[in-house]
């Protein structure tokens, strides 16, 4: 199943983490959205459930931004749904 992390709550969403799995099998953060419009969060909602502590990133830290010492509060999440883009 795929997983990602969200910021805000599993249950109400803010922004979502998305990753994908580099060449070694890591899960990896590749962005992070703007904060989503409410219709699109009560969505989102319904796809992610918590992870456990299985999760690969239990227990990770990401910075809150570019040049800032901030860490990002997010919670793991697993995710029923799977987007994929092609630059």
Do not use: K, N
């Amino acid at each position: 199943m795929p997983t990602a992390g969200v910021t805000g709550t599993v249950t109400a969403p803010v922004a979502l983490l998305p990753a994908c799995c580099d060449p070694a099998g890591q899960l990896r953060l590749i962005a992070r959205t703007t904060p989503l419009p409410t219709p699109v969060r009560r969505d989102l909602a319904r796809h992610v459930h918590p992870a456990g502590p299985e999760h690969p990133w239990h227990g990770r830290r990401f910075s809150a931004g570019r040049g800032t010492r901030g860490e990002l509060e997010y919670h793991p999440g697993r995710c029923d749904l799977v987007a994929e883009s092609q630059v």
